[in-house]
């Protein structure tokens, strides 16, 4: 083979690979930021249905859950109390006197708490409630609560979801098992370990809801 030949040969080759490492260089942050952004929503929805079954439980038990199987199983099988007032208080009279005097009576019914829940917060729909205690592509792993007390009587929680478990599984995201050989081959040279590099994972933080100092519910993301 000419030397000429060789040459050009690598010359394609280097050419090649050149333009393949500049093409990762345009591709891997965005592909980053769109899955950060894909488990970021995802998280918040899930937060977003806790907080609202949190303040229910809270409502009909005078506490917020400790952990998050309590939680589960108030939201699956819990009832609240709903008070109705029966009749019409007249004018000029007070609850507690309409109340003596027959003018109104109180019925307690039970209903479901998960359907309390769905009210008290427009933003959860009812297929949040069916997985919101697993924090996403974390092969089941679940939400923490932690409690704690303030001001002597005021109950407070938090939640904490680390950046490890935000970008959990990052690559199975990238390349679904079900996706083809040709797929397969192109995302594995383009986005191979992609969660662990440093220079994205510093532009982005981990998310957390509540606060174990302060009377609050809000997440990271309001």
Known sequence: ???????????IVIVLVLS???FRSIMRPEKFKMVYTERETEIRNRLTTLRAAQQVYKIENKTYADNID???????????????????IP???SEADAFTKGFITKTEEKYPASKRILEIDENVKEINLKNFQFIPENDGKKFTIQTATIHNSFQVYRIDVSLDEVLA??????????????????NYIIYNGLEK???????YKPMWMGSLTEAVTTGSWE
């Open 1 to 11: 083979m000419k030397v000429q030949t060789i040459f050009r040969i690598l010359l």
């Open 20 to 22: 393949i490492l500049a």
């Open 70 to 88: 309590k939680l589960v199983d108030f939201v699956k099988n819990g009832t609240v109390t709903i008070v109705k007032i029966n009749g019409s």
């Open 91 to 93: 004018e000029g009279m």
């Open 169 to 186: 599984n990052m690559d199975r995201s990238i390349t679904p098992e079900e996706a083809n050989f040709i797929t397969k081959g192109y």
């Open 197 to 203: 590099e440093k220079q994205y994972r510093n532009l």
